[in-house]
């Protein structure tokens, strides 16, 4: 919100309470200044600064500089803000002081001026920190690098470093504050402003001629092309369960003939043993040689 010369953030009420004195001040100019602040403060600082600001104590003082006889400039400045924290914040029980101040300055006399929108928005988030220039050497986006010709934009809702070609568009962004003007954005962030967020995340028309000749472009392309979607990987699936049905019913078979064609049933006509059977070669040498044993006895 705000920062002292140590980067300490300052407390809400110590904020408010150094506003004021500027508020309070002599000189015209610093007073109307100090309005201002705290106008801006009430947009993007959320409800700390919020109870600070309705207290009872600072609207007391708001409304005494506009009895006080101060010049036009502030006195309609007081009261276009009281009308406007009314409007946008006077139906909350936690803010019954401004309704009631509100209340009092008509039957005063005191005239409130129309109310705009960008009167009423009082709910403002705080805009991202932006990455530093001597940390962005490339794009954020097409990762071209910069140079002097090259040169670095601020997307205004990431906060992140692109080249004009990813950067041109502009929107506006109510949450930081951006209620009636439009400010530079990264494409990507301006189709999620514009509610496009199915989109690609980037096209190859919006991509600059360097980064569509570089490598980087090509390995990013012949990877979404390697990439399957999800179809492709169930039909695959399939396929490969149906083949492996396919496999295991001819394995089966191809067992099943190999059993039946094997199997004999026993005959008759079948070898004896071989334990029994005795070869006719080999009865003749036996008798040969009883034959010799007989005549060398």
Not at 161 to 177: D, E, H
Request: glycine share 4%; hydrophobic share 35%; aromatic share 6%.
């Amino acid at each position: 919100m705000l920062k002292r010369k140590d980067k300490d953030t300052v407390r809400p009420k110590d904020a408010v309470t150094l506003i004021k004195k500027k508020i309070l001040d002599k000189n015209n100019a610093v007073s109307l200044h100090g309005l201002s602040v705290v106008e801006a403060c009430m947009k993007n600082c959320g409800s700390a600064v919020h109870r600070e600001v309705l207290d009872r104590n600072f609207l007391d003082d708001l409304h005494d500089l506009a009895k006080a006889g101060c010049p036009t400039q502030i006195k309609d400045k007081i009261v276009e803000l009281i009308g406007a924290w009314e409007a946008a914040l006077g139906s909350e029980s936690d803010f019954k002081a401004v309704r009631e101040l509100h209340a009092i300055m008509r039957v005063e006399g005191f005239s409130f001026p129309a109310l705009k929108d960008t009167d009423l928005y009082m709910d403002a988030e705080a805009a991202p920190d932006w990455v530093e220039d001597n940390e962005a050497k490339k794009c954020h986006m097409c990762r071209t690098a910069f140079s002097l010709t090259k040169r670095r934009h601020h997307c205004r809702s990431c906060g992140n470093v692109f080249c004009q070609q990813c950067s041109s568009k502009k929107a506006r962004i109510p949450k930081f504050g951006f209620i009636d003007q439009d400010v530079r954005v990264c494409d990507y962030c301006h189709r999620k402003l514009s509610g496009d967020s199915s989109g690609p995340a980037a096209s190859d028309s919006d991509l600059p001629p360097e980064y569509l000749r570089s490598s980087l472009a090509r390995e990013t392309q012949e990877s979404s092309q390697s990439q399957p979607n999800e179809d492709e990987l169930k039909q695959q699936e399939e396929e490969e369960l149906q083949m492996a049905m396919a496999l295991s019913l001819s394995e089966e078979e191809s067992k099943g003939a190999r059993s039946s064609t094997n199997y004999a049933h026993p005959s008759a006509s079948a070898p004896p043993p071989t334990s029994y059977y005795t070869p006719p070669a080999v009865t003749q040498v036996r008798k040969r040689r009883f034959r010799f044993r007989l005549l060398a006895t």
